[in-house]
């Protein structure tokens, strides 16, 4: 890591705990590979901070917070609004590591809430010794944990992108969502100072069952991604997969283990994350709620340029993904 990137993440490090993985400096480097570009920017007089995704349509701009400013105050707000007029964008996109309660600061500056990039609403587990920490879980998911484990499931740490690319399609195929494809996991892996598959394999042919991928920051382990076959639910794979990657973290000393995305509270039956949000909730930990994606329009034409070309991207990934 270069010093300028060691500062930008120690700089965050001051300013939130634990910092958002969104917003450290190589998550701004996936993002370049990803296409866009990445602007950091600074206000010592507030003393605030946001890595700023960048992107350009014809002559228009358009910026996106992922997890910022930080921290998330009505100064810093003000702040990424005066530096995108300045800057020209057409609109701004933050979508801050706050309590839902912030909604009135936005609100307040004339944003409005647009369909979250990020999740809005996660289950953070706080991490103990192993040992200690299964015992917190529901009955069922010890359970299957220790039928796994007697049943020879066993679970390898690596960097293994393209069985979670393929574990991912399988979920594709399954439910009807867009998930990455091998290339961007490549570079999550790549990149970030550590991220990490955890992928089960059945004990007598190697066949894998599952695969879920970590990255880690200030403490906090992240499960990014996961995927798994389907096949062989027998031998409980995926809850394998899930075990370790959330024992190891406590093992490396992380506070606490973010699932990243759970169904809205209350959410109704029948939610796209219903299954996994029960899975999850097996496991434990809290809730919590962000405030959300809130836009700003900073210039009408340029904004409705914008919405045309990504209802154009969404057309096309949806006939890729329906090409047999």
Not at 54 to 74: D, F, L, N, Q, S
Not at 103 to 129: C, D, G, S, Y
Not at 146 to 167: C, N, P, S, Y
Not at 245 to 253: K, L
Request: include cysteine; aromatic fraction near 8%; hydrophobic fraction near 40%.
């Amino acid at each position: 890591m270069s010093s300028e990137a060691e500062r930008w993440d120690d700089d965050l490090d001051e300013r939130a705990t634990p910092a958002p993985l969104l917003q450290t400096w190589a998550w701004g480097e996936v993002q370049v590979r990803a296409g866009w570009t990445v602007e950091r920017v600074k206000s010592p007089s507030h003393g605030t901070m946001a890595s700023v995704l960048t992107r350009k349509v014809g002559p228009v701009r358009e910026a996106y917070i992922p997890r910022g400013p930080v921290p998330a105050t009505p100064e810093a707000v003000d702040s990424i609004v005066d530096w995108s007029r300045a800057s020209g964008m057409a609109r701004v996109v933050v979508e801050p590591e706050a309590p839902e309660s912030f909604a009135e600061v936005l609100t307040e500056k004339r944003f409005t809430r647009i369909a979250p990039t990020q999740p809005q609403h996660t289950r953070i587990l706080k991490l103990v010794p192993p040992g200690e920490l299964i015992a917190t879980f529901r009955h069922g998911r010890r359970y299957n944990i220790r039928t796994g484990i007697k049943r020879g499931v066993v679970v390898e740490e690596g960097k293994d992108a393209a069985e979670l690319a393929r574990q991912s399609a399988a979920v594709e195929r399954r439910v009807s969502i867009h998930l990455p494809d091998r290339r961007y996991y490549e570079t999550l892996l790549d990149v970030l100072p550590w991220c990490r598959t955890y992928t089960a394999f059945a004990p007598d042919n190697r066949e894998p069952l599952a695969t879920v991928l970590v990255a880690r920051h200030g403490g906090r382990a992240y499960s990014l991604f996961a995927g798994r076959s389907g096949r062989r639910r027998e031998l409980m794979g995926n809850d394998l997969a899930w075990w370790s990657a959330i024992s190891s973290a406590a093992e490396a000393g992380c506070t606490d283990f973010d699932f990243w995305g759970i169904p809205p509270p209350k959410a109704r039956p029948g939610h796209p994350l219903e299954g996994i949000g029960l899975f999850k909730s097996e496991f434990g930990g809290d809730e919590v709620s962000y405030v959300g994606s809130w836009e700003l329009v900073l210039s009408a034409a340029g904004a409705s340029l914008l919405a045309a070309e990504r209802k154009t991207r969404a057309y096309i990934r949806g006939l890729k993904r329906n090409i047999p």
